[in-house]
């Protein structure tokens, strides 16, 4: 099996943790991803006004060399996700504006390319099964909360990706890689992430919601399909532990780099220096390094 | 016919404003037969019928057309001013010169003008050759079925009976009640349920015209207006009920248990209930789903504590056929299932409930005995959160409608609470207050200032679980801030839906539903309980959602249209209906199976079709299918319908000659 793959920017700087476990794990459960030639930023955000056809221009370049390449295409960002996917949405129900975007970017695409997020990958393609048989090292059902954030589900009219309300293909996966998944109520709301620049004491505060309530649910680790809430409620602890005495923290964890911990793949692959929250503690006293 | 007069209505401005009255009065006075035509503001009116009335007396008329609206808004006012003259009202026929002319003609008067004439012409070559018929009788079956036992079938049910006509009245549950029997006080004057529907119950089963079928359901609707045959099924009890003493013991000591609809899942159910909770006076079944018997037949203690010996694991359903004249539908509603609202917790969280549930905690032979408990620990609560319009007046993803009861019933719910748990604080998440009927307002306005009940106007968000809370989420929007509260419980006014199954009853009856299944009336404001199917009415909320008071109203005027037709001594019906010419029928069937009323069948001794004319509601489906065109409709024969078309035709080969 063969996907064609769009990192997206941050995944080839800040979220090197969440590209490289999740390449290797690839590997390591047969598939390949096959990273797309002369690919651009994805644009980060998908235009809330109707006529921003300006913004729509790189995801449906991106799209559109993608059809050169193959039928579908897979990214572990939740952004890039859902502005690719939105746009692709966008270009293939409408008429008046698919005609712009490919006067615009030079390129003739229909919106034919089918855009899947790698944890679809997982469940669809390779099966959660199958996973279970593969593993090669016991999390022992360690406790881990699944944060979707917002970008994977929402709107969900377009996404089509789960419950937008109770998803569950993070807890079936987790459950997959013998972790307890942690239901918490904030598992579906915003982390803030958009503020973290301009109001950064707004994002602190959705971060500190979002993990008061994983700790309180009995959460060791929260995992993230997304660098962005991956930046969010991890980076930010350190605000948090300023502003709310006796915070514990906890560690926030890529899910491609639980799987390939599961996997039985080399820790320093999964490059777990770079989540700002060290997990090995956490890891190591579970004798799980 | 030779002395034909025609009548061309101005219809105010409506015709006259766009053909040239006067112009086509004149022309037609010069067309064949005709021996008076006139022309006049409102044919209709007083004046303008009695310009027809002289016209027959003093010229001897022997057929009429009158020139102006649509046929189904006058041809019966105009016949019967030509029956009172003594003529044969089916020598009167309209010429429609409104919708199919001036209406679609404005401002081109002189084609309108043309064109009117045309039509006048036509209509007077298909006049020619009616026949005079003779009105048909038919027997009438003065025996209404009421479909659904709640207050709506009830009340229907006990006008019908009190003028003396019998009733057949079927309930899908064991025993009668519907959602009535599950409520505590009732807006706005705070009457206990029980006291409205109590001697309404009575009063049924002491009433000898009333037959009451509980735990059957309407299987087949066959025949019309006047003569349905109807074939009701009564489900398998599994208990003689002739037998049956009610004495309660089965009920007690069967050992299976399953959450009781009746009380919203708050407590369980045996699985041999009755339907009359707690008073025990009705007379139980056996739930097939959760029996163990009758799952597996390893147990028989109902049998064996029966001192009557009425236990009937082997009984069968039976099938009854009844003949009715009218039928009343009265299927009730159910509320929005909690289960499909995501943002609420999909029906998890075990103190967010519906208002059902709540009316069966206020209510004294409830699950609490009246206490306010919350469902998860039996705790007293006292932040207690009302969530109105959940899933009502939301077109993008539930209902479009406003369910019309819930802002009331809230509104009563906070205030009972309030009064049974002084230390507690309702709060209402709103939308709009609607408080349309009398002394509603009154009641909102005196539970608001009283007992200080805190209306938010926003919607909420989300609602979980947070601890032994639960956490919502809303917006204050008079504010325009976030609202976030801890509740003890929450109380979600879920919208009004049609009951479940009503697209089947729907159908079986012929009788259509809009896109949400709540019944359709003929017309919103001329016909409003009356379905377009004839002889089917419609009372309570299987119609729209809508409260007690103009429930019962509502099945009160559908026992007094059946009242009135029941009151003919026949039913008179227009013999404007299919016939068969037997010279020409080869018997081929085709019109048997495509008439949608079952009028036509085989007459085997002869072998050709015949008309059942009581059905026949001159559709004309057959006529069309019939492949040797032995199919005739009265008054509309292929010779008739032909010569109007050639009429219009030469006449517009005229205009277009001349144009």
New interface residues.
């Given amino acids: 099996m063969e996907f064609l793959y769009f990192p997206g920017c941050t995944l080839y700087t800040k979220a090197q943790n969440l590209d490289e476990a999740g390449r290797a794990c690839a590997k390591a459960l047969g598939f390949e991803l096959k990273e797309l030639s002369n690919w651009t930023c994805c644009g980060a955000t998908f235009p809330l006004a109707k006529d921003n056809i300006m913004a729509l221009a790189p995801p449906a370049r991106i799209l559109a060399r993608a059809k050169e390449e193959g039928s579908a295409l897979t990214t572990l960002c939740s952004v890039c996700f859902n502005v690719i996917k939105r746009t692709n949405e966008l270009i293939k129900g409408d008429e008046e504006k698919r005609e712009k975007i490919n006067t615009f970017i030079e390129m003739d695409y229909q919106g034919d390319v089918q855009v899947i997020h790698y944890l679809e990958i997982l469940k669809r393609e390779v099966g959660f099964d199958t996973i279970k048989g593969a593993l090669k090292r016991d999390l022992q059902e360690m406790r881990v909360a699944p944060f979707y954030g917002c970008m994977l589900l929402r709107p969900s009219e377009e996404m089509e990706f789960d419950d937008k309300e109770a998803p569950t293909i993070f807890e079936e996966f987790l459950g997959a890689i013998n972790c307890e998944p942690v239901d918490f109520p904030y598992k579906i709301e915003c982390c803030g992430a958009f503020q973290s620049v301009g109001a950064p004491e707004v994002a602190t505060e959705c971060a500190y919601a979002i993990l008061n309530s994983a700790i309180r649910n009995g959460a060791e680790a929260v995992t993230t399909t997304c660098p962005l809430c991956q930046f969010n409620i991890d980076n930010m602890q350190r605000e948090i532990r300023q502003k709310y005495n006796g915070f514990p923290g906890i560690p926030i964890i890529y899910f491609t780099q639980l799987l390939g911990l599961a996997l039985g793949l080399p820790v320093e692959k999964l490059e777990f220096h770079r989540n700002d929250v060290d997990p090995r503690p956490l890891l190591e006293k579970r004798g799980l390094l | 016919m030779k002395k034909i007069g025609v009548f061309i209505c101005h219809c105010g401005i409506n015709i006259a404003g766009t053909v040239d009255v006067k112009a086509v009065s004149r022309e037609t006075g010069e067309m064949e037969d005709v021996v008076h035509s006139e022309d006049y503001i409102y044919m209709c009116s007083d004046p303008g019928q009695l310009l027809i009335h002289n016209a027959i007396r003093e010229k001897g008329l022997d057929g009429v057309v009158v020139a102006c609206c649509s046929p189904t808004m006058h041809e019966a006012t105009f016949r019967k001013a030509v029956e009172s003259e003594g003529l044969n009202p089916y020598v009167c026929e309209i010429a429609n010169i409104r919708e199919q002319c001036s209406w679609v003609h404005q401002g081109d008067k002189e084609r309108a003008t043309s064109k009117a004439g045309e039509i006048i012409r036509s209509v007077l070559e298909k006049l020619r050759q009616n026949e005079a018929l003779e009105t048909l009788t038919m027997p009438l079956t003065k025996r209404a079925l009421v479909i659904g036992g709640g207050i709506a079938g009830i009340t229907a049910s006990i006008d019908l009976a009190d003028s003396g006509y019998e009733v057949i009245l079927v309930e899908r549950q064991p025993s009668i009640g519907g959602r009535l029997d599950q409520l505590s006080l009732t807006f706005p004057h705070l009457d206990d349920a029980r006291c409205i529907l109590g001697p309404k119950k009575a009063e049924i089963a002491n009433n000898p015209k009333i037959r009451v079928m509980p735990y059957c359901e309407v299987e087949e609707v066959k025949g019309f207006i006047g003569n349905f045959d109807v074939r009701i099924r009564r489900k398998p009890t599994y208990v003689d009920w002739d037998k049956c003493t009610a004495c309660g013991v089965c009920l007690e000591k069967c050992p299976v248990e399953s959450l009781s609809d009746f009380e919203r899942g708050l407590t369980t159910r045996k699985a041999i209930y009755t339907g009359a909770l707690s008073e025990n006076s009705g007379k139980p079944v056996i739930d097939p789903i959760h029996c163990r018997h009758l799952v597996d037949g390893t147990c028989t203690i109902c049998q064996e504590v029966c001192p009557e010996g009425a236990i009937r694991y082997d009984q069968g359903e039976e099938l009854l056929e009844e003949r009715v004249g009218a039928i009343v539908v009265a299927t009730g509603y159910d509320l929005f299932p909690m289960e499909k609202i ?2 609420y917790g ?1 029906g998890r969280i075990p103190d967010v409930i519906d208002g059902l549930a709540f009316e069966r905690m206020l209510s004294p032979s409830g699950p609490t005995g009246g206490e306010i408990r919350r469902p998860s620990d039996g705790r007293i609560p006292r932040e207690v959160v009302f969530i109105q319009c959940v899933a009502s007046r939301d077109p993008e993803r539930y209902m479009p409608y406003c369910s019309r009861v819930c802002c009331m019933y809230t509104a009563k719910q906070a205030k009972l609470l309030k009064q049974k748990i002084p230390n507690s604080q309702p709060y209402i998440f709103f939308m709009d207050v609607r408080t349309d009927s009398k002394g509603y307002e009154e009641f909102l306005q005196g539970a608001i200032e009283e007992e200080e009940l805190i209306y938010l106007r926003g919607r909420v968000a ?1 609602v ?4 032994d809370k639960v ?1 919502v989420w809303g917006e204050d929007t008079l504010t325009n801030r976030k609202v976030e509260l801890d509740a003890d419980m929450v109380v979600l006014a879920t919208a009004v839906v049609p009951s479940e199954g009503i697209k089947d009853i729907a159908a079986r009856l012929r009788a259509t539903a809009d896109k949400h299944g709540f019944l359709t009336e003929a017309h919103i404001k001329l016909y409003p309980v009356e379905s377009p199917t004839k002889g089917i009415f419609l009372a309570g909320c299987g119609q729209g959602p809508k409260d007690i008071t103009d429930t019962v109203a509502q099945a009160s005027a559908t026992a007094s249209k059946i009242q009135s037709l029941f009151s003919q001594d026949a039913l008179l019906q227009d013999p404007l209906v299919a016939f068969v010419d037997p010279e020409i029928c080869s018997g081929c069937g085709i019109c048997v199976q495509v008439c949608p009323y079952e009028a036509r069948e085989m007459d085997e001794y002869r072998g050709i079709s015949k008309v059942h004319e009581a059905l026949c509601q001159g559709c004309g489906a057959c006529i069309a299918a019939c492949p040797n065109n032995a199919c005739e409709l009265r008054n509309s024969k292929a010779v008739q319908v032909f010569g109007m078309m050639e009429t219009f035709a030469e006449g517009a080969e005229g205009s277009l000659a001349d144009g």
């Fill in positions: 995501g943002e999909y989300r979980f679980q947070e601890g956490r």
